[in-house]
C-alpha cells in the first residue's frame, strides 16, 4: 500500500503541481529547502522514536544517535526558517526578517558545535568515563552559548569568534582522519570497519565544511575555498593576510586534503578489503569538486552561479548528509534491525528517502536544463517505480548483520538515563540559542 501510495503521488499529484509553475519558478531554490527541511525533521523525529522506545539497544548506540537527532534536527529548523524567509519574506516586517536570519545563523553555528560531540563518539567512543562524557558535552553546549552571545552583541569581530570555534573543531576533525589513517589496512575487519565508519562519517558531516572546493587549493590558491569567508580573506585593508585567516582556512584545508587522501586510498586499496560505497561517495564528492571550479571559473552568468552555489553546494549537503547518516545507521547496525517493529519503520523512512531524493533530483535538473512537465512527471513515476522495485533488496543488503558491520562495543561507559539527559541539554540549548535570535531581532 505504501509503494502504490508513493507511484500514485508520483504520477498524479507531481505533475498537477509542477504544471502550474513556469520556467523561471522551476529554478526557485524554495523546493530543495523544504524537501531538506522535510527529510531532516523526518529523520529526527524517528531517531528520537527508537531512542525513546527502544532502551535496550547498546547506551553507546543510543548515545550517538541522540546527538544525530539533535544534528537533524536543529537542520530542519534551519531549512524551516530559510524556507519561510523566501516564501513570504516580502510581507514580514524587518524585525521578523532579522529574527528568521539570526535563527538560521543560530542553528548552522549549533551544528557546527555538534561536530566534536559527533567524533568523539563514533565510530568507538574516545572518552571511556562517564565524566569526561558528561563534561565534554556540556563544555560544548557552554562554548556555543558563550561565542553565539558574543556573536550577537557584536563583543569581539567575526573573525576572532570562528578563531576560538576552530580551536574546538579542529581537533575534533583530527578523530576520523586518525581512526582512517590508522586502520585502513589492519589485518582485522572491526579495525577496518571503524575506518570506513569513519571516512563515511567524516564526508557525511564535513561535506559542508569544503570538501566541494577541493579544487581551489591548487587553482585559486586556496582564498575562495568558502563563500562566506571571502570578506576575511579581504587584503584591501592591510594588504596582507593575517595569521587569524590563515588559521581559520585551516578546517577547510584539512576536510579537503582528507578527501583527497580517502580517493587515493579507495582507488589503491587492495581489492580483499576495498570498501564500494565508500569509493563512490568520495569519488562523488570529488568529482563535483572538479564541477565546482569549473563552473567558478568558466561561467559568468550570475544567475547559473547563484543556482550552482546553491543546489550543488550548499543544497546538496542538506540531502546528501542524511542519506550517508541513514546508510551508517543501517550497515552497522546502530538500531536493532532484529525488533520488527524498527524494521517497519527504518523501511518506511528509506522509502521516503527514496521519494525525496528522486524529487530532489529532478528540481536540480529542471532548475538548469527545464523540460516539459509532462515528460518530467513521467520519469518521476518511471524512477520511483524502479527505485522502489529495488528497495527490498538493497534495504536488506545493507542491514543485514555480517562481519564487515561489527564495530567494537563498550558496555554501559554512561549510565541509560545519561541519553535522556544529553537530549534535555541539547534541547535547552537550542531554545537558548532561538532566544538570543529573538532577543537581537527587537521584538
Known sequence: MVRVALLL???????????EEGVTETADTLDLVILSMGLNILIAAALLWFIIKHKDNFVQNRLFLSIIALLFFANGLLFAAEGFLQLKGATLSAQSVVFLSMLTVSMDFYTAMLFPIIFVLFPSPIFTQRKHVIAFGVLVAVTYL???TIGVFELLPLA???FVSNIIMLPAFLIPIRWYLLYRDSPSQIERNHAVAAAMLGIGILISQG???????????????VG?????TSASVSGTVSWTVVFNHSRFIMTSMFLLYIVFKELTVSK????PPLRLVAL?????GIANAMVRGLVDDPLLSTLWEFFAIRGTYGLVRPLI???????????????PDVRRVARLVALVLISVWVAMVFEIFQAFLPIPQLLSAAIIGVVLAFLIGWEDRVFEDVARESEDSQLSIIDEFVEQDDVSRFIALGLLTMIIGCFLAFVISGM
Open 228 to 232: 562566506g569567508l571571502t570578506g576575511l
Open 284 to 288: 562523488t564528492v570529488f568529482f563535483v
Open 9 to 19: 503521488s508520483a504520477l498524479i499529484f507531481l505533475p498537477v503541481v509542477r504544471a
Open 325 to 339: 547518516i541513514v546508510y551508517l545507521l543501517l550497515k552497522f547496525n546502530l538500531i536493532n534491525m532484529g525488533n
Open 272 to 275: 580483499e578489503i576495498v570498501s
Open 211 to 225: 570538501m566541494f572546493s577541493w579544487p581551489s587549493l591548487f587553482i585559486f590558491g586556496g582564498e575562495t575555498l
Open 160 to 162: 576572532g569568534i570562528i
Open 146 to 148: 558563550v561565542l553565539l
